[in-house]
DNA sequence: CCCCCCCC
């Protein structure tokens, strides 16, 4: 049985050809008819274009709930999941889970327009809905993100083999994840090039529990861009979602997750695992870079202490797939002026050095650790040099850094020694200051809101370390179980109804402009 | 009637 490091999750895992499913761990939201646990078959294509001449049979309820409360007959409504492919005659209610953008296609034998939808319904069964030129005339604008209709007599039709899964046999092993929590940091959406020369959007973010476990997570493709954004958008706000579908994959050995084709965003929905977690999160006066360091913080107390000398005499003194910290004085920043650009993927780095006699170690911050030192993002502090280094607070910070101790922890896999054996490159996760509150200081006034923030934080902290595993109470399983007769209750979200609307006037240049070269920042 | 599961 795999296990992964995290906190909530389900995890399914297909035992047989037949696709019976076993799930285990999580303690949150649980989607056991999910169909992805029970093989292919079920990822079927609901083609719409008939539903056109039964229009009166379609009713759109104004939410989830209502459907409940339906006076008029629901005898004739069938679940999703007793759908048969070819079956001509048929009703479902489904909510609209995911909504595609309107895409235009063009190959050999056909060219149109397509939409496409995940619905679910109310046993919490998915289904990806389908549709082509004349339907999406008839059904743009009354199709709704967390709304629930009555859809019939469609084309019910079994997924492309082809198309299903490459790889069947993987699905064996390869389980899909839901996970909830919230968003404690959102990328950039950028293009990367495929092996196969084609191009694909790609976001990460990082979701965290309230015991500030994090996992990136990362978004592909149309994800990337529409929901990618509207995390963006609002990015001040403590977001909780319920991500579906995801897949796990072990790099450089860091746990991450990735969207599939299936996957789903559900933002803030009510459901008990996502209130409980909303209350928790509006108690807590952290901000998200108090998040962040607390989420390192706590990483570095389960790391392995090691000595940087003996990481630089011995080529092989650490373990595979780690993590390590270490404590050391930074020597000097080396590109203090101008954090170098990473030509391959759009993000900045700062190296520190060390030195010890002959033999030298460089340290790479990327990202959230980068940001952690100079205490703003790359962005803002490379606009601050870039206009006047000397009085940028930030550059008076960074080089404050010299000098001072900190903690570095890193994966041992992140670790590269030089040809010549004499330096070595780390890639850190993570820093913190090695011991009190020596951060390097701006002035008084951060001074003083410093000691503020340390009394928050070690609230926190305290609050964290309090915490216990929480087991999976059968009251919260009935709660939040599809199965059960009780509905998902999904919060009508009209912010994204709004932005789904925002998106289709927005027309989309084919290659988004994104920096694909390296950038070269003026000299200072 | 489309799409080919990904990148560091």
């Known amino acids: 049985m795999q296990t992964f ?13 037949e696709g019976s499913a076993s799930i285990t761990g999580g303690y949150f939201y649980r989607s056991m008819t999910d169909p992805c646990m029970y093989g292919r078959y079920l990822y079927g294509d609901l ?6 001449k039964s229009q009166t049979r379609n009713r759109i309820l104004s939410n989830w709930t209502q459907i409940q409360s339906l006076t008029m007959s629901t005898e004739s409504i069938i679940s999703i999941n007793s759908l048969q492919s070819n079956q001509k005659i048929w009703t479902i209610e489904a909510m609209v889970l995911r909504q595609g953008i309107i895409k235009t296609f ?84 950028y293009v990367i090039k495929k092996k196969n020369g084609g191009e694909m959007h790609k976001r990460e973010i990082t979701i965290m529990n309230k015991e500030l476990d994090s996992l990136p997570l990362t978004l592909w493709g149309e994800m990337a861009l529409n929901e990618g954004q509207m995390l963006q958008e609002n990015s001040d706000k403590k977001q909780i979602i319920i991500v579906s579908s995801l897949n796990g ?34 108690s807590s006066p952290t901000n998200e870079m108090d998040v962040q360091q607390l989420a390192v913080e706590k990483k570095i107390k389960k790391a392995k202490e090691i000595n940087i000398r003996d990481l630089l005499t011995n080529p092989s003194p650490i373990m595979e797939n780690t993590l390590y910290y ?49 205490g703003c993002t790359i962005l803002d502090y490379i606009n601050s040099v870039r206009k006047d280094k000397f009085t940028s607070c930030f550059y008076r910070k960074m080089v404050s850094c010299k000098s001072m101790q900190y903690k570095f922890l890193f994966n041992s896999n992140r670790v590269t020694h030089s040809a010549t054996g004499q330096t070595l490159t780390i890639i850190a996760q993570g820093i913190e200051v090695a011991q009190g509150d020596n951060f390097a200081k701006i002035n008084e006034a951060e001074t003083h809101e410093t000691k503020k923030k340390r009394q928050l934080k070690k609230k926190i902290v305290e609050a964290i370390d309090a915490v216990e595993p929480t087991p999976i109470e059968d009251e919260d399983i009935n709660k939040s179980n599809p199965n059960e007769n009780e509905p998902i209750e999904i919060e009508d979200d009209e912010n994204l109804n709004a932005f789904y609307k925002r998106q289709k006037q927005i027309l989309r240049k084919k290659n988004p402009t994104i920096l694909k070269k390296k950038i070269k920042l003026e000299n200072v």
């Open 5 to 17: 490091p995290v906190m909530e999750y389900n995890h399914s895992e297909v035992n047989n050809n």
């Open 249 to 282: 994959t072990t790099y450089q050995g860091q746990f991450q997750l990735s969207t599939t084709n299936m996957s789903t965003i559900q933002f803030d929905p009510h459901c008990i695992q996502v209130q409980k977690l909303k209350k928790w999160l509006h």
């Open 106 to 189: 063009n190959n050999v034998q056909n060219n149109g327009k397509i939409w496409k939808m995940i619905l679910a319904d109310n046993m919490g069964t998915k289904i990806q809905a389908v549709m082509f030129n004349e339907a999406i005339r008839k059904f743009e604008g009354i199709f709704q993100h967390t709304k629930a209709y009555l859809i019939s007599n469609g084309t019910v039709k079994k997924p492309n083999e082809k198309f299903a899964n490459v790889h069947p046999s993987l699905e064996l092993i390869n389980p899909y994840v839901h996970i909830f929590g919230f968003v404690s940091s959102i990328g950039q959406s």
């Open 47 to 52: 083609y719409l274009q008939k539903t056109l």
């Open 326 to 374: 270490f404590q050391a004085t930074i020597d000097d920043v080396e590109n203090k002026d101008q954090p170098w650009y990473d030509g391959s993927i759009p993000r900045y780095h700062i190296r520190l050095e060390f030195v010890d006699g002959n033999d030298k170690a460089i340290v790479i911050l990327f990202d959230e650790p980068a940001t952690s030192l100079i």
